[in-house]
């Protein structure tokens, strides 16, 4: 897939996407995931941060998860700031909640996983990340 087929499933994606499981949610300011998760609840989509090292608390108002199962709500994206060896796992849990995207932030990546992903269905972007996205969208 060319970068122009990768920018126009991108902004589907960020189209049609309304609740996202943020996996590595941090509650720390300078963490890109908590950079990126103010920016995504500034722009209306609803949030679900995971962090089993939080769970039960919150992240920036949102109630935090300690995984992407426990979540009791239709996920249409998951957006992963883990390293690339808890893809596989991230993507099993993935597919038993039936999410539509995979997003894998920048320099995170598992061929493999991935490959399952796609084929059971789910959308997968890696290494890219959302805020840099909604920037180019906003040159274009």
Not at 29 to 39: D, F, G, L, P, Q
Not at 54 to 61: F, P, R
Not at 66 to 75: M, P, R, S
Request: proline share 3%; charged share 30%.
């Amino acid at each position: 897939m060319n970068f122009d087929d990768e920018d126009r499933v991108i902004d589907s994606v960020l189209a049609n996407t309304k609740t996202i499981a943020l996996i590595g949610a941090s509650v720390k300011e300078e963490r890109a995931s908590n950079s990126v998760m103010r920016n995504l609840l500034k722009r209306g989509y609803q949030v679900f941060p995971v962090n089993p090292g939080h769970a039960g608390g919150e992240i920036l108002g949102q109630e935090c998860f300690a995984k992407l199962t426990d979540i009791e709500h239709e996920i249409d994206m998951v957006d992963v700031f883990r390293r690339s060896d808890a893809v596989p796992e991230i993507v099993e849990e993935a597919i038993k909640c039936q999410v539509k995207t995979l997003w894998l932030q920048l320099d995170i990546g598992h061929a493999e996983a991935e490959a399952k992903a796609r084929k059971n269905g789910i959308t997968v972007i890696s290494n890219r990340c959302p805020n840099i996205e909604f920037r180019r969208q906003e040159s274009s």
